[in-house]
């Protein structure tokens, strides 16, 4: 039976190592520095700065997506449309703009 | 009857069903998920912030409640586990069982090690920690959390925590001032045990999730999440005995299968991934 796999597939696998390393590093980088104070905001700017990077690695190269087919990328625009209009919506319920906040 | 485009894409959308199928279900599990993030921003910006020279209020968001270095064990494990699954994965299209099988087994007994720590060890800890609020003489309240060593019918016997860094909450917390508690000894961890009379306890409670909204947010999104993790580990399960069979009849498909397996543990290791420093850290 012949192998379903070419040049690029095996580039893939190693850049995924790769990113595994990089992923254990910043788990580290991330436990670092909350040790450091940044200010009340800016620790949690910074932690999820280095949260989303991560997770961005984990879905490009894990996941697959950064040589995935439209439909899927065309799926995942709505996916964060409506999450980006979720996080919306609590800050606009915070500040005052819809209902009553601080 | 086969069904079509099990392994063969669609010309049109290049994709295999699956692939579709199971990328649409991760899209609604952002949602769910993100929709509990919503609840936390809410919780966490509504606890109110301690004023200097107030005394502190037992609602203001709690740091240090948990385990980091525990936490950070288990981001490991999520974080290895999913570069095996990978691996496990390019076994199968590069036609290598044995590896397969190595890579596949691994990642089941990470998410075996994730579930024991969190449910084995991190849950019960929480639920044999006690937060106790009494009366004093002087129509105060003392609050005081530790261990209980005795518990009768009159008194609660607790080993206090040590204070953290001078923060204290009211009176109490190994300062010596328990108001209607009294001092009886030291604790097996050498902290002292203070005696509260049962007539003058107003709240006598482990640190479930109906301790404090902070736990009650923690334990609901690392519950839903361990969830995850569990029927993750069952499918894997799966694919690594009875399911194994296909290797030997259909590998493409058989990979295909695995591959979707691994989308969606790739998504519970991206969730733990805002989990472990917005619980633990922030």
Known sequence: MSEHVDAHFHKHIKACVGVFLLLMVFTLITVGVSFIQ????????????????????????????????????????????????????????????????? | MQIPYEVKPREDTGLWNAKLGIWLFLASEVMLFGGLFSA???????????????????LEWPHGWLNVWVGLGNTFVLIA???????????????????????????????????????GYEYPQKFKHYGL??????????????????KTDDFVQLEVDP??????????????????????????HGHEVVQFPKDKILRLSNWGPWYHPYLAIYFLLTALHGIHVFAGTLVN?????????????????????????????????????????VFYLL
């Open chain 2, 81 to 119: 586990s999913s570069i095996t699954i990978l691996l496990s994965w390019a076994a199968i299209k590069t036609r290598d069982f044995k590896k397969f099988r190595w890579y596949m087994g691994i990642t089941i007994a990470a998410g075996f090690l994730f579930l024991i720590v969190k449910c």
């Open chain 2, 163 to 188: 204070p953290k860094g001078g923060h204290a909450e009211g009176k109490g917390e190994g300062h010596g001032e328990y108001g209607s508690g009294v001092v009886v000894g030291k604790g097996d």
């Open chain 2, 237 to 277: 399960l799966y694919f690594w005995l009875p399911g194994s069979k296909m290797y030997h009849t259909d590998p493409e498909h058989f990979a295909n299968r695995v591959e979707v397996s691994g989308l969606f543990w790739h998504f519970v290791d991206l969730v733990w991934i805002f989990l472990f420093p």
């Open chain 2, 133 to 150: 609020t009494a009366q004093t003489e002087d129509g105060k309240v003392v609050h005081v959390t530790g261990h209980i060593v005795k």
């Open chain 1, 38 to 102: 940044l200010g009340h905001v800016g620790n949690i700017v910074v932690a999820l700065l280095i949260a989303t990077f991560k997770a961005l690695l984990v879905a490009a190269y894990f996941m697959h997506l950064n040589s995935e087919k439209s439909v899927i990328y065309k799926v995942l625009v709505f996916t964060f449309i409506f999450f980006f209009a979720l996080m919306l919506l609590t800050l606009f319920a915070l500040h005052g703009e819809i209902g009553v906040g601080h």
């Open chain 2, 40 to 58: 936390y921003v809410f919780l966490r910006t509504g606890a109110p912030e301690h004023v200097v020279g107030q005394p502190h209020s037992f």
